[in-house]
């Protein structure tokens, strides 16, 4: 997808689609009224006739209208005139999008940022669309034989500018930067377990820092891990025959300022190992490395966008598999920082991964570190799949993530990180047990990762519940790519 912003009046628009917004009681937005003047009332016949109420995602399609260059025009009802929420901006330009996909038109030009909604800019609402557009067109087709994509796909998107062109080309192509790694880490989360093994990913990110100057990778394999003293990481990796990778990914865009380190989960696939899950849905347990795809999503969208920043990626990659020399309950390992562990319950694999990775990422001397983890179910059960669950150990840093939340609309949502929980974590024969029992349970996954990380600003992104979408819409999200690609932009601004 591309995206084009041009200054050209609505009745000469080169494009082969105009997309403008009708709201519920009939109203239309400024671009639908000149339009409307233009061929002599002909959409407000159509309103009238009672073809489209308004409604946020209906649409209706028209042709060579009287006195518009363009050969279409697209109505796309945003909802409440004045007022259309996030939700139905989404809604709306998913449903163009799709809709454009199918018509025949190659470009079209959206006047859909014309829409009011509550605090959000011009430029929100522009790069908003490059991001939501990219979704509705992405298709998992990796591993489906006979896929036919459609004839004529929509290529083009293009926005309306007067003054503020520059404006509006920055807000596009960041969305449309944000739209890319997003389908790189919706891809990454789809591909089967069987494919998507640590060593891909190892490659994948090779790929990333051959395609961006500024990102430079380096891979750890068994033996290197082993002579970091990895003990945690490794017991996990003991379990499955596919060899673990630690995977690094520098990118640099501001000579040796202190790096944001991310690290992601990227468990190719957990199937509990000897604390086997339940069948019953266990193939999804392949997205349990959308952590390091976000990881990977986002150090692209960043290289894409030459920020001005220093962004590592740190991203412990294994399977948790049951095997005869697979971790046992009770078994007591020794992570990196000298801690040993009494794994209580091999399913807890995650924190025994990340543990290390973090504990790794006190080299890089970092100003702040984030993780990223389809880490508990309970995240789920305490938050849906709305909200990530954030947990910090700087109340700062909670609050940045927070806001670059609701900036993005890929919202967070904190729990407490209390010392209070961290007595759930004591274990008669080791430092520390890796699993807190059944209460608060994405609270005390976090209590282990802050035993790890006392050495530096800390935020914890459990995205269990935001990673994934189940049931008839199966699959991933590239979540939060726009929520970690926003801290990030905002950081820029907030130093600048
Ligand atoms: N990868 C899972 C968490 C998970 C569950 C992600 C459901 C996505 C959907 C993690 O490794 C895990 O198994 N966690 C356990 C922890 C428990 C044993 C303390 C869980 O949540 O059940
Ligand atoms: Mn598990
Ligand atoms: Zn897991």
């Not at 959409?43 to 409604?55: P, Y």
């Not at 990454?188 to 994948?204: D, E, F, M, S, V």
């Not at 990881?295 to 030459?306: D, H, P, R, Y």
Request: hydrophobic content about 40%.
């Amino acid at each position: 997808m591309q995206y084009f912003v041009t200054t050209e009046a609505l009745a000469t628009q080169k494009s082969d689609c105009i997309a403008v917004a009708v709201f519920e009681q009939g109203q239309l937005s400024p671009s639908a009224k000149t339009l409307n003047e233009l061929s002599n009332n002909a959409i407000n016949r159509v309103i009238e006739r009672g073809d489209i109420s308004g409604k946020a995602g209906q649409t209706v399609l028209l042709h060579e209208l009287a006195g518009i260059n363009a050969p279409r025009v697209l109505l796309v009802g945003c909802g409440k005139h004045d007022n259309t929420t996030e939700n139905d901006f989404n809604t709306a330009v998913t449903t163009m999008t799709k809709v454009l996909n199918e018509s025949g038109a190659s470009s079209a030009t959206s006047c859909l940022a014309e829409v009011t909604i509550n605090t959000r800019t011009t430029e929100w609402k522009v790069r908003q669309t490059m991001i939501t557009a990219g979704s509705a067109l992405y298709k998992y087709t990796q591993t489906k034989s006979n896929v036919k994509p459609p004839e004529l796909p929509l290529e083009k998107i293009g926005f309306l500018a007067q003054d503020n062109v520059q404006d509006i080309e920055k807000a596009a192509q960041a969305g449309l930067a944000i739209a890319k790694g997003m389908d790189l880490a919706r891809e990454l989360g789809n591909l089967p377990g069987n494919i998507c093994t640590p060593r891909y990913l190892a490659n994948q990110a090779i790929e990333i820092g051959q395609k961006f100057a500024s990102v430079t990778t380096t891979i750890l394999d068994e033996a290197e891990m082993e002579a970091l003293g990895m003990g945690s990481l490794l017991s996990v990796s003991r379990g499955s025959r596919e060899p673990a990778r630690l995977i690094t990914m520098s990118y640099q865009g501001a000579g040796d300022a202190r790096p944001v380190v991310l690290v992601g989960k990227g468990l190719t696939f957990d199937a509990g190992g000897i604390s086997l899950k339940p069948s019953q849905g266990m193939d999804e347990m392949k997205y349990d490395m959308c952590g390091s795809a976000s990881v990977f999503g986002t150090i692209s969208a960043i290289a894409e966008l030459n920020l001005p920043i220093n962004v590592i990626g740190v991203v412990p990659s294994s399977e948790n598999m049951p095997d005869g020399d697979a971790n046992k309950p009770g078994d007591i390992v020794t992570s990196m920082a000298g801690k040993t562990i009494e794994i209580l319950n091999t399913d807890a694999e995650g924190r025994l991964i990340l543990c290390d990775a973090l504990t790794y990422s006190e080299r890089f001397n970092p100003e702040i570190v984030i993780d990223i983890a389809t880490l508990t179910g309970a995240v789920i059960v305490a938050l849906g799949r709305q909200a990530t669950g954030l947990m910090a150990n700087n109340q700062a840093l909670a609050d940045d993530l927070l806001k670059a939340g609701n900036d993005s609309y890929d919202r967070t949502w904190q729990l407490p990180l209390w010392d209070d929980y961290q007595q759930q974590l004591d274990s008669n024969f080791a430092d520390i047990a890796n699993v807190g029992g059944k209460e608060a349970g994405s609270v005390t996954a976090a209590c282990f990762l802050a035993r790890f990380t006392e050495k530096f600003t800390w935020a914890h992104l459990d995205i269990a519940g935001t990673a994934w979408n189940s049931g008839k819409d199966k699959g991933a999200t590239g979540r939060p790519v726009p929520l970690l690609v926003q801290y990030l932009l905002n950081r820029i601004a907030d130093k600048s």
